[in-house]
């Protein structure tokens, strides 16, 4: 009883509408000490900065949160981001859940992004946890997720019920370098789901700038303007 | 069948040839390929940390270049201050904090609290948000889990689990642990009646320590107050203890506490029959200190981390520079404050690699014609430089 008042709760402090959509362009806050203050009154720049990592294996879920502190400008979009890590079926499948509730929350955009680079056999998990998600938040929750460059060749992740994919085009490993050229040749991937948002690095010049509705940018430095102004080159 | 073989072998010493040329045609051997890591030196970091420094990168983290610092200017690492600044890299790679030798208190506090309560098990969320800068704070520490592990087994000693006095107890304990994630946890139970004097003495704790992890410092320090001023309470000198404690976390959201949190902190380390609270109070200090004057914490942990005989403290005070220096935003107002001592100055120019911390470094080095400036106005310098004099002369070392 307690912990469904709890939720009823949640969702109304989450929002009492629509999920808010996040703006064209997407900062990566991961981890390390990261100040936007620089970019005050620009609506067009949100960011999805690495609230917590789950780390997943058999014995149960254990969770580091973000130690480092993310300051950003009065009214910028923030989307907290979830990156779960492991190979192993957890025994308590409800932590990802409370801990994906709890981010939600905590957040307050009623955003919330997951970063899951999930082994074929977890991948039941990982369709129950967005399905559960959805289910408890429904319209009101924008829900995302990153996607491996290489999915899009199988995209068997265009079914999960989420509001974005962004396939992260940097770090692609051995095949990034093929599959940059054919992205070149075909301005694209040809499954509508791997189009709507890309992913790119500051430090990789490999994937070619495609169309999209939106994009997020990863930077293994800190932000500054000097480095955000780098970004329109 | 002869043709054939003079042919393959044509073509393999050709290929072979080919491969020669190929590789003439680069600098150096590309049969070799050599990386670096960009924040840090060569693994094993015992060797950098050994004084074998390498090829210094800018890029480096500051607690690298600390040490790199002491090598540069000859104060170097002497074997205790090396194992300290081990200990130092071995507490960042580990992935649970700390050297986590003790127990797992929270877990504990899970299994004992599950097997007497009632209402449905659950790990206790340890973690509060920092809504000023989206980091989350640990709240409620392993401490508290072991302190209540311990008094729980006594309690059930004393009166069994099946007593509506424990009953109130444990529920009572599981209200002060809701709060620990900042929410608005659950309500402390009413007292039964009858209730012993250890069961009003630990109520009175509960309330104090409720009002600490929903951040009411105010509230906590005069509940605590209270419990330390009952002579009877075998509370009484942990909870001196935690109202010094309460007011430094007041300091993080408002430094003016700072003052107030220092004659706290004093008052108690004047008391003697408080001895054995002494050495964490001590360390209440000298954090109280870091949050409230950051800059003059830092120029003096500064002068510490470049001078020798830091065969004790150098791990901590690795910890709380490091934290310090990158906190610090580099505004003119810090690097100005930077300036007034020499690592923090370097440290800033090795770390910003422009126009002006070349000009700086390469004046600096021509004034000074230490190692530490020339590493830092060669690392900025560029290719297009002009007037850099690399006609250094080292400087005589006793």
Request: charged share 25%.
């Given at each position: ?16 509408g629509l ?25 067009d ?44 079926m ?10 994906c ?23 039941p ?9 959805r ?28 509001d ?70 | 069948?002869?043709t ?7 073509a ?66 002497n ?24 127990p ?19 790990t ?15 709240n409620?520490?392993?401490d ?9 087994r ?16 444990l ?16 309500a ?42 009952d ?10 203890y ?11 959201a ?23 609270i002494?050495g ?42 490091v ?16 300036r ?59």
């Open positions: 009883m307690q912990w469904f008042w709890a939720k009823s709760i949640l969702l109304a402090c989450v929002s009492s999920a808010a959509e996040p703006p064209a362009l997407m900062l990566w806050a991961w981890e390390q000490r990261a100040d936007l203050r620089f970019l005050a009154g620009r609506t720049v949100g960011v999805a900065y690495l609230a917590a990592t789950a780390f997943i294996s058999e014995a149960g879920v254990r969770v580091q949160y973000r130690g480092v502190p993310m300051l950003a400008p009065e009214g910028m979009f923030r989307m907290p981001v979830v990156r779960i890590e492991g190979r192993n957890p025994k308590d499948r409800n932590a990802l859940f409370n801990l509730l709890r981010l939600i929350g905590d957040g307050g955009s009623g955003a919330l992004q997951i970063d899951f680079d999930v082994p074929m056999k977890l991948r998990l990982y369709e129950e946890l967005v399905g559960d998600l289910k408890t938040f429904g319209n009101k929750l924008h829900l995302s997720m990153t996607v491996l460059a290489g999915w899009c060749e199988k995209p068997w992740f265009v079914k999960m019920p989420v974005e994919h962004v396939v992260m085009l940097f770090r692609m490993g051995k095949a990034g370098r093929d599959l940059a050229g054919r992205l070149e040749r075909e301005k694209g991937f040809a499954t509508p789901a791997c189009r709507e948002s890309l992913g790119y690095s500051t430090d990789e010049k490999l994937a070619p700038k495609l169309d999209t509705t939106r994009r997020y940018w990863f930077s293994p430095k800190p932000w500054s303007p000097l480095l955000f102004a780098s970004l329109s080159r | 069948m002869v054939f073989i003079v042919r393959i072998v044509v393999l010493v050709l290929a072979g040839a080919g491969r020669q040329l190929y590789l003439w045609a680069c600098p150096w051997s590309a049969s070799e390929i050599v990386t670096t890591f960009a924040r840090h030196p060569d693994v094993p970091r015992t060797q950098y940390v050994g004084g074998k420094l390498g090829v210094l990168l800018p890029s480096f983290a500051t607690s690298y270049q600390v040490i790199a610092y002491r090598y540069l200017t000859g104060v170097g690492m074997r205790g201050e090396q194992s300290q600044a081990n200990s130092y890299y071995l507490d960042l790679t580990r992935r649970d904090p700390w050297d986590r030798t003790a797992d208190w929270g877990e504990e506090w899970s299994k004992v609290r599950t097997t007497y309560s009632t209402t449905k098990a659950g206790v969320k340890k973690e509060r948000l920092n809504r000023n800068n989206y980091a989350y704070e640990l409620c520490a392993a508290a889990f072991r302190v209540a592990s311990f008094t729980l006594d309690r059930l000693k004393r009166v069994g689990a099946a007593s509506p006095f424990f009953k109130n107890w529920t009572g304990q599981e209200a002060v642990f809701s709060n620990c994630d900042g929410s608005d946890g659950d402390l139970p009413a007292l039964p009646s009858g209730a012993p004097d250890w069961l009003r003495q630990d109520r009175a704790y509960q309330l104090g320590a409720r009002f600490f992890y929903r951040g009411q410092a105010e509230e906590a320090i005069r509940a605590f107050r209270l419990v330390a001023a002579p009877k309470s075998p509370w009484r000198v942990l909870a001196r935690l109202v010094a404690r309460a007011l430094p976390r007041e300091v993080q408002n430094p003016k506490m700072s003052d107030r949190a220092l004659l706290e902190i004093d008052g108690v380390l004047k008391e003697s029959r408080l001895a054995q002494h964490p109070v001590r360390v209440l200090r000298r954090r109280n200190l870091i949050i409230a004057k950051p800059e003059e914490k830092m120029l003096e942990l500064s002068a510490a981390l470049s001078s020798k005989g830091m065969d004790l403290s150098l791990r901590q005070d690795l910890w709380d520079f934290a310090l220096f990158d906190k610090a935003d580099r505004s003119p107002v810090t690097r100005k404050l930077s007034k001592q020499e690592l923090p100055d370097w440290l800033s120019v090795m770390q910003r690699p422009d126009a002006e911390s070349a000009l700086y470094a390469r004046r600096r080095w021509q004034q000074k014609h230490d190692d530490t400036w020339l590493v830092a106005a060669l690392s900025n310098a560029i290719a297009s430089d002009e007037g850099v004099e690399l006609n250094h002369r080292p400087r005589q070392r006793k």
